[in-house]
């Protein structure tokens, strides 16, 4: 059974920092593009930032290009995503998620539709 697990999450103030885990097992992800998405209250989830499979290829949204980091650890079958200068908008619950596909490609997509497999969430909370 395929599961991702994701971990880290907390409250924080806003300029603060944190770092989300996610922990596969079930599969290797090692030749799978991972993902990061958040769904704030009352909003859609939306993309955060991706990377390809062998880590050498990144992706972010907009809002928080420059503040997140994304990486992999390919041995541990993990991904994080490190998070600084953390905003009040970006309180959501984070998702991690790995592509339906296997891919040695440095193309990555923030369409939540390439990816197949999701955690059960972690919550992020900044407070001003």
């Known amino acids: 059974q395929v599961q991702l697990v994701e971990s880290g999450g907390g409250l924080v103030q806003a300029g603060g920092s944190l770092r989300l885990s996610c922990a596969a097992s079930?599969?290797?992800?090692?030749?799978?593009?991972m993902g990061w998405f958040r769904q704030a209250p009352g909003k859609e989830r939306e993309f955060v930032a991706a990377?390809?499979?062998?880590?050498?290829?990144?992706y972010y949204a907009d809002s928080v290009k420059g503040r997140f980091t994304i990486s992999r650890d390919n041995a541990k079958n993990t991904v994080h995503l490190q998070m600084n200068s953390l905003k009040p908008e970006d309180t959501a619950v984070y998702y991690c998620?790995?592509?339906?596909?296997?891919?040695?490609?440095?193309?990555?997509?923030?369409?939540?539709?390439?990816?197949?497999?999701w955690g059960q969430g972690t919550q992020v909370t900044v407070s001003s």
């Open positions: 998620a790995a592509e339906r596909q296997s891919r040695r490609t440095t193309q990555l997509s923030g369409n939540q539709s390439v990816y197949g497999y």
């Open positions: 079930g599969r290797t992800f090692s030749t799978y593009g």
């Open positions: 990377i390809s499979w062998s880590g050498s290829g990144t």
